[in-house]
C-alpha cells in the first residue's frame, strides 16, 4: 500500500492526524519529518535553522524525501509546513492537505493546554501578521500539489482520519 502525506500549514493538526490515523488503521504507522530530520541531526529543527539555516534544512527535507521514497510503505507521513515542494513528492504517496482557516490554526495553538510549548516550537506564530503572510502565500501551493482536501475545522482527529481513509478508498 502507497504512503499517505500529511501537509497543511504549520499548526493545522498533521501530527496528531497521522497518528489517530495509525491507531484505527493498523496497517499503517505514523511518521514525522521533522522528527526523522531532527533525528538525523541530533538537534531540534529550532536549532539547525539558527545554526545552519534553512537552505541546510530544506536539503535534510529533500534527503528525508529520498529516504521516505525507497524505504518506507504504509506509512502516514506528516511533514514540516513547507516539505510540500518536494519534487518527489507524488512519488512518496497519496497527498492529503488538511485544510483550515488561519484562525482556526491560531485558535488551536493558543487555546491548546501545552500552547507555551506549541508557540516556542512555532517562533513564527510571535508575529500572527507575518504567519497570516506566510499562510497567504503557502494555500494555493498547498492545492495546487493535493490529490485529496480534508477540511479539519470542528473535527476530532479521528473523524479527520476516517474522512481520509474513506478518500482513499473512493479512488481505489
Known sequence: ???IILIGFMGVGKGTVARAFAKEY?????????DLIESLENRKIKKI????????FRALERKTAGWLERSVRNAVISTGGGFYRQPNLHAIGTVVLLESSF???L????EHPNARK??????????????EALY???EPAYR????IVVNVEGKTPERIAAEIYAHLKARA
Open 1 to 3: 500500500m502507497k504512503n
Open 26 to 34: 493498523e496497517d499503517f504507522y505514523a511518521i514525522d519529518t521533522d
Open 49 to 56: 535553522f539558527e545554526e545552519d539555516g534553512e537552505a541546510h
Open 103 to 105: 484562525e482556526a490554526i
Open 107 to 110: 485558535k488551536r495553538i493558543v
Open 118 to 131: 506549541k508557540l516556542a516550537k512555532r517562533p513564527l506564530f510571535s508575529s500572527p501578521e507575518q504567519a
Open 136 to 138: 497567504d502565500e503557502r
Open 144 to 147: 495546487e500539489v493535493a490529490d
